[in-house]
């Protein structure tokens, strides 16, 4: 069963499509706050891009507890992101467990020292599929999937667990099949959305009164319901 990380993400929801829910939890978005389902702590696009405070974000994850962790990463910087995890994944292993964002994971010498490190026993990779350094995966989200497509194929029954790090809905369509292959190959599958904040179609944005964000935590979900629909899972 793929798990499906969305801060508005409830049980009742998630059973709807039969996936197993996960709450996103976002270091400088999100108080940390108990809870009753899985959880993955991230760093975030912005932190990955500018630098993130590393002590602060893993006294955050102490105090969260929550089920996954990315380790801090470098955008774009495949060597600079496997660097922080050499110096932070021990820290955060010690609150929960913790996930390699393999930065430009669509190059091939990338993917094959990806392949080494899982060799080497790194046992939880996430892919980032939100934006590549030359691509924005809103606008080139069939690019995107191939390439995390290729990944999968390379990486599922290799590690124990892939993630794949806000991919746009049309990605999420596309490799409906590899996840569900890394499933049969023993790969827990999962990955994280924000992006049906902003209503998927006209008809939405009309049951939210012409708007295109929703007011509160009960439009979230609605609009999460829409998406999750549209991802035909």
Request: proline share 6%; aromatic share 6%; net charge positive.
């Amino acid at each position: 069963m793929v798990t499906v990380c969305a801060p508005d993400l409830t049980p009742e929801l998630a059973m709807k499509f039969g996936v197993e829910p996960c709450r996103l939890i976002t270091f400088g978005r999100h108080a940390p706050q108990p809870h009753s389902i899985k959880t993955l702590a991230d760093i975030g696009l912005t932190n990955a891009k500018r630098g993130v405070d590393a002590v602060a974000y893993i006294q955050f994850v102490r105090r969260l507890r929550p089920t996954w962790a990315v380790v801090p990463d470098k955008f774009a910087d495949f060597r600079a992101t496997l660097a922080l995890w050499f110096r932070y994944s021990q820290s955060v292993a010690k609150h929960t467990q913790p996930i390699f964002v393999a930065q430009e994971f669509h190059k091939p010498r990338v993917l094959h020292a990806l392949i080494d490190l899982c060799q080497l026993g790194v046992e939880r990779v996430a892919l980032p599929m939100r934006v590549h350094p030359d691509a924005p995966c809103s606008r080139e989200s069939h690019l995107c999937a191939e390439r995390a497509e290729r990944a999968l194929r390379a990486l599922c029954g290799m590690t124990s667990h892939v993630h794949l790090l806000g991919p746009a809905l049309r990605s999420v369509r596309i490799l409906r099949s590899a996840l569900k292959h890394c499933e049969r190959q023993g790969t827990a599958a999962s990955f994280d959305t924000m992006a049906y904040r902003r209503a998927p179609n006209a008809l939405i944005k009309k049951q939210l009164g012409g708007r295109w964000q929703p007011r509160n935590r009960q439009e979230a979900t609605v609009m999460l319901e829409a998406w999750l629909r549209q991802a035909l899972l």
